[in-house]
């Protein structure tokens, strides 16, 4: 059984598809934790172009809403809230509301309706930056969404792009183990292939 910890800022939508994946594959067959890092913080005192500000600004009210629950209810009120605020975001529409999303996304995960508060709540900035500190130690540098940690190697991804069908989803878990666990390995990496699709078969590739 591995150890395998991934850190995810809860509005990346490629974050959002392989937590799914390995959450679905490694039930029962490995010790999985879910946890967060920020987008928001490691752009930080960064110029961020227009395109990409939105997500910033969402990384950093759906972070405090996060901080807040693990606070309040730890690493499972995360996981819970995670799973349910998900398909809220994912895919985004011009419909899509950020503050309905959250209470929502709280409501079905049982939690107090008055957590979302703590969307423009600027006091849970520093449990967000300590949540993305430890993610960035666990990778051993600067990296973004997702980054996953298995018995205590560290590695940015993996990035999917859409749901892999479940015989593919299991080999893939294996090969990701493996190539975490050989001593010297360090990377394997593709040029940026998006947006990601949200159910099996769905994505077209050109």
Request: negative net charge; proline residues 8%; charged residues 20%.
């Amino acid at each position: 059984m591995a150890e395998i910890d991934l850190y995810v800022d809860p509005v990346c939508p490629f974050a959002w598809v392989t937590a799914r994946w390995l959450l679905d594959t490694a039930r029962g067959e490995h010790a999985v934790a879910v946890k967060q890092m920020s987008l928001a913080v490691l752009n930080d005192g960064r110029a961020v172009d227009a395109g990409h500000e939105p997500m910033i600004s969402r990384s950093r009210r759906f972070g405090r809403v996060f901080a807040a629950v693990e606070q309040r209810h730890g690493p499972s009120g995360f996981v819970s809230l995670y799973l349910a605020l998900g398909p809220r975001l994912h895919p985004r529409t011009p419909e899509t509301d950020d503050d309905a999303a959250a209470a929502a996304a709280l409501a079905e995960a049982g939690l107090e309706s008055t957590l979302l508060a703590a969307l423009d709540d600027a006091s849970f900035d520093a449990p967000v930056a300590d949540a993305h500190q430890a993610s960035q130690q666990a990778l051993g540098g600067r990296g973004g969404s997702p980054i996953i940690a298995i018995d205590g190697q560290g590695f940015g991804g993996p990035v999917l792009t859409a749901p892999p069908a479940p015989h593919r989803a299991t080999a893939l878990l294996r090969a990701v183990i493996d190539a975490a666990t050989t001593p010297e390995f360090a990377a394997l990496q593709r040029p940026y292939q998006g947006p990601p699709a949200f159910t099996t078969g769905e994505r077209t590739v050109h």
